[in-house]
C-alpha cells in the first residue's frame, strides 16, 4: 500500500502562484508515476498534471500548459505543482495520485490510478 498526503492549498487571488507537495509513504518502489487531479463542487475529478518517476516525462491538461509546473524528487518520494497565473476555474480540491499508468493516454484517466490522497482545496479568487 502506499499512502499520500498533500500540502500547500490555501486562498489566493487570480494571478498569484501557489505550489502544492504531495509525499508519498509505504511500498513507493510500486509507483512509476505521480501525477495531479482536480474536482470542482458537482464536477468530475479531472486530469491536472503527471510526471513518471524514471526519466520524468510530463503530461498537462492544455488548460494548465505554460502557466503549471510538476516536478519531483524521488529521493523524497514527493510530487510538486507549481502553480502560477492562476486563474478562478483553477478552483477546486487538488487530489494527489500515484500508480502505474501504462501508456501516455492512461496518464490522463483517474481510473487507471492507484492511489489518491485526501485532497487539498485551492481557491483562486477574482
Known amino acids: 500500500q502506499v499512502q499520500l498526503v498533500e500540502s500547500g492549498g490555501g486562498l489566493v487571488q487570480a494571478g498569484n502562484s501557489l505550489r502544492l507537495s504531495c509525499v508519498a509513504s509505504g511500498r513507493t518502489s510500486n509507483i512509476a508515476a505521480m501525477g495531479w487531479f482536480r474536482q470542482a463542487p458537482g464536477m468530475e475529478r479531472v486530469f491536472v498534471a503527471a510526471?513518471?518517476?524514471?526519466?520524468?516525462?510530463?503530461y498537462y491538461a492544455p488548460s494548465v500548459l505554460g502557466r503549471f509546473a510538476v516536478s519531483r524528487d524521488n529521493a523524497k518520494d514527493t510530487v510538486y505543482l507549481q502553480m502560477n497565473s492562476l486563474k478562478p476555474m483553477d478552483t477546486g480540491i487538488y487530489y494527489c495520485?500515484?500508480?502505474?499508468?501504462?501508456?501516455?493516454?492512461?496518464?490522463?484517466?483517474?481510473?487507471?490510478?492507484?492511489?489518491w490522497g485526501q485532497g487539498t482545496q485551492v481557491t483562486v479568487s477574482s
Open positions: 510526471i513518471r518517476r524514471s526519466g520524468g516525462n510530463t
Open positions: 495520485a500515484a500508480g502505474s499508468p501504462t501508456y501516455s493516454e492512461d496518464h490522463y484517466v483517474a481510473g487507471r490510478w492507484d492511489y
